[in-house]
């Protein structure tokens, strides 16, 4: 599967952005889809993981302010990002796999966001 990212951008601090990752196929059998990101300087860490169960999970700096979904019928994941901050700032990734493996094996290219305070 493929996977395309987008949404990314320059936004203040507080403002709010949607990423998007659609996929090149029906993401109805992935065992997994999730997002990640890397900032400058830093190692990719996990932001939200959405199984196919329905089941989500958060890295704790992000709980409460971002949301990951996904709509089988668009085959595409998002991610809803609410009171962001400059330590948001990176390039997200998109991932994905059909296996019991995180991250899966499927990564999408970045998409960077960029808060300013």
């Known amino acids: 599967v493929q996977l395309q990212a987008s949404g990314g951008g320059l936004v203040q601090a507080g403002g709010s952005l949607r990423l998007s990752c659609a996929a090149s196929?029906?993401?109805?059998?992935?065992?997994?889809m999730g997002w990640y990101r890397q900032a400058p300087g830093k190692q990719r860490e996990l932001v939200a993981n959405i199984f196919k169960s329905g089941i989500v999970n958060y890295t704790n700096s992000v709980t409460g302010r971002f949301t990951v979904s996904r709509d089988t019928s668009k085959n595409t994941m998002y991610l809803q990002m609410n009171s962001l901050k400059p330590e948001d700032t990176a390039l997200y990734y998109c991932?994905?796999?059909?296996?019991?493996?995180?991250?899966?094996?499927?990564w999408g290219q970045g998409t960077q966001v960029t808060v300013s305070s």
């Open positions: 991932n994905a796999g059909y296996l019991f493996t995180i991250p899966g094996a499927y």
């Open positions: 196929r029906s993401i109805g059998s992935l065992h997994v």
